[in-house]
């Protein structure tokens, strides 16, 4: 009985490592706005471009990609996580292709939202053309790779989906349209509507993991900040508030379409919002000097074009700054960031 029961044993331990390697995600896939767009924008006519320098000065090579940071954004830094490659190229970027696209593709544009009127403020691509997109990349896969191979592929790849930001401060708080049709709230509620119909089409469309990211505390980005003059520059509580609330309609949705789509597995990053937010209150904690205004110019408002290499005020060391343009965080903040998802990631997805 010793000697069969050894080798059943040593078989059992076998099988189950196979069992653990074929279930490894094999793919990074993400959707979603310029916190995690990493080059897509650079190929459309749009002003919201960060493919030229300082952009890029601490990302591999020294070379600015379209990331909105001066490294990488926190895709990539999940993507190494998992054993994939230690950046997502992005789809519409000319010098990737289908064979860089099996272990990962992004999608995402950033100014984009949930509200198809989101994308319209600085012509980029709605969530919408990143599904159809989406579409295309099946197609181009089972064609390269095969239709079994690309199935398995789809389904047990992570979707990472980070978006919301800019429905409130590029559409609801800037152009008057949606706040004639919408309260707040009322609006909170129509872009989770949006969320759910987005999350019900990709499962449609096979996928079955994800990671949803809600909106940070966007009253504390510098933009805001530099704006907020009856407070002293301190944080707009009032669009952290919609902000928690927002995340809070949208953890609620998720919880229903876990219970509700077979095989579905959803994880809201709930915890994205407060760690961020202990970050910018307390800096110091965390390896940081400045927490107030950006790396990046004056560190007030300047983003895309204002932030560029002519300017003489851009801090020479971004390490010491929590955010690298005024509404981006800077590479080491997004390490922290992405710090805190992996472990849940891998728990839950590999």
Partial sequence: MACIYVPWLLLTQILLQVAKHEAKVPAIIVFGDSSVDSGNNNQISTPLKSNFKPYGRDFAGGQPTGRFSNGRVPPDLISEAFGLKPSVPAYLDP??????????VCFASAGTGYDNATSDVLN??????????????????????????????LTEALYL??????????????????QAQFTVQQYQDFLVELAENFLREIYSLGVRKISLTGVPPMGCLPLERATNFMNNHDCVEEYNNVAVEFNGKLNNMVAKLNQELPGYKILFTAKVYQFFYQIIRSPSSYGFDVAEVACCSTGTFEMSYLCNEDNPFTCTDAS???????FHPTDKTNQLIANILIPDLLKLFN
């Fill in 161 to 178: 989906i980070s978006l919301g930001t800019n429905d409130f401060l590029e559409n609801y708080y800037t152009i008057p349209r949606r």
């Fill in 95 to 104: 010098k990737f292709g289908i064979s860089d696209f099996v272990t990962g």
């Fill in 320 to 326: 010491k700054y929590i955010f690298w343009d005024a």
């Fill in 124 to 153: 980029v691509i709605p969530l919408w053309k990143e599904v159809e997109y989406y579409k295309e990349y099946q197609s181009k896969l089972r064609a390269y790779v095969g239709h079994h191979k690309a199935r398995k592929i």
